[in-house]
Structure formats: structure tokens, C-alpha cells
């Protein structure tokens, strides 16, 4: 089982961010430009929690198509989902995932 507190290092090695929210204790935000995923710890150390969105405020902007466009939406906050942006949601996650992978 790996341990999550090298998991976590590896995943700050590999240049991503740490971040806490309130209403959501047991799990932690993994950030890198402007991205974020939540995990959590599980008997098989640190898993991915939905899919990782964009970081509006304290909060994570999920991808929702919205009158035929495609958005990062949290509430009545609204980010535009452009190729560039969707591109590097997909790095990051593919990146995350390889980290959490070689622990």
C-alpha cells in the first residue's frame, strides 16, 4: 500500500500545489496553473476524487456544456473552456495520475 504522505511529496516534487477547503476535510486540492483535482486517502493511498476542474476562487469549475459551448462552471461563476484550456486539464490529470501511479 503506498503511503500517503510520500505520495504527497512526490506529487510536490513533480510541481504541483497543496490546498485545503472547509467543507471538504478529508480531502486535499492538488494545484498547478490554475487546475485542481481533490483526493483522498484510501486503504490503497491517495486516489483522485471525480475529475479535476478549474480553480475558480475556493472552489473547482466542473467542465458543463451551457447554451452548446463548453464551460468550467462553479455557481454563477462561468470560465470559458477553450481548446488551450481543455488541453491542459488533460495534461494535468495524465500527469497526476502517472505520479500516483509510481508511488
Same mark, same amino acid.
Request: net charge negative; glycine share 8%.
Given at each position: 500500500?503506498?503511503?500517503?504522505? $510520500?505520495?504527497?511529496?512526490? =506529487?510536490?516534487?513533480?510541481?504541483?500545489?497543496?490546498?485545503?477547503?472547509?467543507?471538504?476535510?478529508?480531502? =486535499?486540492? *492538488?494545484?498547478?496553473?490554475? =487546475?485542481?483535482?481533490?483526493?483522498?486517502?484510501?486503504?490503497?493511498?491517495? /486516489?483522485?476524487?471525480?475529475?479535476?476542474?478549474?480553480?475558480?476562487? &475556493?472552489?473547482?469549475?466542473?467542465? *458543463? $456544456?451551457?447554451?452548446?459551448? /463548453?464551460? +468550467?462552471?462553479? /455557481?454563477?461563476? =462561468?470560465?470559458?473552456?477553450?481548446?488551450?484550456?481543455? $488541453?491542459?486539464?488533460?495534461? +494535468?490529470?495524465?500527469?497526476? &495520475?502517472?505520479?500516483?501511479?509510481?508511488?
Amino acid at each position: 500500500m503506498p503511503d500517503p504522505a $510520500e505520495q504527497l511529496q512526490r =506529487i510536490y516534487l513533480a510541481g504541483f500545489q497543496f490546498e485545503t477547503f472547509e467543507r471538504f476535510p478529508k480531502a =486535499i486540492g *492538488v494545484v498547478r496553473d490554475n =487546475i485542481i483535482a481533490m483526493l483522498e486517502a484510501t486503504p490503497e493511498g491517495l /486516489k483522485m476524487v471525480g475529475t479535476p476542474g478549474w480553480h475558480m476562487g &475556493e472552489a473547482l469549475g466542473v467542465l *458543463v $456544456e451551457k447554451e452548446g459551448r /463548453k464551460v +468550467f462552471q462553479y /455557481k454563477s461563476e =462561468i470560465v470559458d473552456a477553450t481548446a488551450e484550456r481543455l $488541453e491542459m486539464v488533460r495534461r +494535468f490529470r495524465e500527469e497526476l &495520475e502517472e505520479v500516483l501511479k509510481s508511488s
